[in-house]
C-alpha cells in the first residue's frame, strides 16, 4: 500500500514536547526488527517489563475501549486527553483504527485486541490532568527507509534529546522513560516523515494520591481517641 504522497519529508521525527520539572531521566528501548503483526516481540516485551517494573503503578491506555476513526480530540482515558493534529488518512494509517496491512503501517500489540493509533504526519499530544513520571508505548511500522533517526527531544527549559529505535524492515519497537523527580503533564509525539507507524499499550505512572489536610485531621483524631479509651480501660 502507497503512502499518500503529500507526506513529502524524508526523516521522522519524534518529539516529546515536556511540560515539566526535569529529574533523573532513563530511557528503555528494545526493538524486534521485521517481526510478525501478530508476534512474538521478545526485546519489546523485555524492555516493556523492565519500564513497568521501575515505574511502579502504572496505567496503561490499549486504545480498546475507544470507537475507530479520526477526530482531532480524544477523552482517552480519566484525566487523559489526546490531540491529533495533521490529515486524516482514513483506516489503517491515521487516528484510532483497526485496520492491519502486515507489519509495516502499523498494528495491535495489545494481547486479544484489535485497536491502535496510527500516524501518517502530524502529532499526537498526550495530555494529563494529574503529571506523570513515567511514560512508554510499542511504536511499529516504523522503517529505516523513511526514517534513519527518532530524536526525542525534552522542552523543559533544558535541551536533552534521546533516540528511540528504528527498526529496518517493520516490526515492533518499545520505547519508554522515566522521570525520578520529574513532572510532565503534556507528551506530543510528530511523524514528519512519508512514512506510517502506529503506538499502541500507551503506559504512563498512575497518579499519586495525596490525602487532603482534612483526611490527616481526622486520622490524628481517630488516633487520639483510640489512645484515650485504651488509657481509659488501663486504669479501670
Known amino acids: 500500500m502507497k503512502i499518500p504522497s503529500k507526506l513529502l519529508t524524508l526523516c521522522g521525527v519524534l518529539t516529546l514536547s515536556l511540560i515539566a520539572n526535569a529529574g533523573t531521566i532513563t530511557t528503555y528501548s528494545g526493538q524486534d526488527d521485521g517481526a510478525s503483526a501478530t508476534g512474538p516481540w521478545p526485546l519489546s516485551a523485555a524492555a516493556q517489563a523492565s519500564l513497568l517494573a521501575a515505574a511502579g503503578p502504572t496505567n496503561t491506555l490499549t486504545f480498546e475501549s475507544l470507537t475507530p476513526g479520526y477526530s482531532s480530540t480524544i477523552a482517552a482515558a480519566p484525566g487523559v486527553s489526546i490531540t491529533l493534529t495533521g490529515l486524516n488518512y482514513g483506516p489503517g494509517f491515521s487516528g484510532v483504527t483497526n485496520i492491519t496491512d502486515g507489519n509495516l503501517y502499523g498494528f495491535n500489540t495489545t494481547s486479544g485486541g484489535s485497536n491502535w493509533l496510527g500516524f501518517a504526519g502530524g502529532s ?16 511499529t511500522g516504523v522503517q529505516l527507509v523513511f526514517t534513519s533517526t527518532i530524536p526525542v527531544t525534552f522542552n523543559d527549559g533544558t535541551a536533552e534529546a534521546l533516540l528511540a529505535p528504528v527498526n529496518v524492515n517493520g516490526g515492533a519497537a518499545y520505547f519508554g522513560f522515566t522521570d525520578v523527580g520529574g513532572s510532565t503533564s503534556s507528551i506530543t509525539i510528530a511523524d514528519i516523515s512519508n512514512d ?32 484515650g479509651a485504651i488509657r481509659r480501660k488501663i486504669h479501670v
Open 196 to 227: 506510517a507507524w502506529g503506538i499502541d499499550d500507551v503506559s504512563y505512572s498512575a497518579p499519586v494520591v495525596t490525602p487532603e489536610p482534612g483526611t490527616f485531621m481526622l486520622i490524628g483524631s481517630g488516633l487520639l481517641t483510640l489512645a
Open 124 to 139: 499526537a499530544t498526550f495530555n494529563f490532568a494529574s503529571p506523570v513520571t513515567a511514560f512508554g508505548f510499542y511504536l
